[in-house]
């Protein structure tokens, strides 16, 4: 399946990165900026693309990017773009950084490509690498873009079938607090004629729930 994937999307960041303008991202990433505390920090963003247009925008603004991905095209083509940011080729599961490291984590239209069962260990590794006060936004999918809901299979998008997976935002969001993060925002847009839950929390400045007696995540603790 991850080998498919990453196939579809070396094959098609080109096209992709030329339709991507087409998407208004103003208002997601204005609200998203807005929320953080620092006015220049560190921020990851797995499932990073060509860059163009979210890494930019934090590039812009005098932040430092790493950005993570499995398609190989798709980073050179960020290279070219966006040669500011740091790639790091790797499937953003599998990747790991040193804990306490950003401001901010990104997954925008990324982790609905990763089996949903996978979701509660990737958010407990986002609550690692954030520093206290720390800000993740990510896009799910929902019944809104599937029809069901809680998936795990395939779907058309621009002519091919690629795997998506999600829960059922209660489970998600039971997985998020569980973890300990704090839910800031959950907003179902409708952008380029797609709707989809982007979801922002945040890490809290004192780790009250993450520790000896935060239950582990497993993919059976959130079915
Ligand atoms: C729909 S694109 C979004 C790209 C970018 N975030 C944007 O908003 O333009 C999804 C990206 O996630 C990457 N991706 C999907 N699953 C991945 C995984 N398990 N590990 C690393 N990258 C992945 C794909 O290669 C692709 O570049």
Not at 100 to 109: K, N, R, S, V
Request: proline share 4%; net charge negative.
């Amino acid at each position: 399946m991850d080998i498919t994937l990453r196939e579809i999307y070396d094959g098609f960041a080109e096209t992709y990165e030329e339709n991507r303008g087409l998407f208004d991202m103003t208002e997601v990433f204005n609200s998203f900026y807005a929320r953080l505390e620092v006015e220049k920090g560190k921020l990851l963003d797995l499932g990073c693309g060509v860059g163009e247009p979210f890494t930019r925008f934090f590039i812009d603004r005098g932040w430092t990017v790493k950005g993570v991905d499995f398609s190989e095209r798709m980073l050179e083509l960020a290279s070219k773009y966006v040669p500011e940011m740091q790639t790091i080729h790797a499937d953003i599961r599998e990747v790991e950084f040193e804990p306490g490291q950003f401001e901010a984590i990104t997954a925008i239209y990324s982790l609905f490509h990763v089996p949903s069962n996978d979701h509660a260990a990737l958010f407990d590794k986002f609550y690692k690498w954030l520093l206290p006060k720390g800000k993740a936004l990510f896009t799910y999918a929902t019944k809104e873009y599937t029809g069901s809901n809680e998936f795990d299979g395939y779907k058309e998008f621009m002519g091919k079938k690629l795997y998506y997976s999600h829960k059922s935002p209660d489970k998600l969001y039971a997985d998020l607090e569980r973890l300990g993060f704090n839910i800031e925002s959950t907003d179902y847009r409708n952008i380029g004629n797609e709707i989809f839950l982007w979801v922002a929390v945040s890490k809290p400045m004192i780790e009250v729930a993450h520790g000896a007696n935060r239950p582990l995540p497993t993919a059976e603790s959130s079915v």
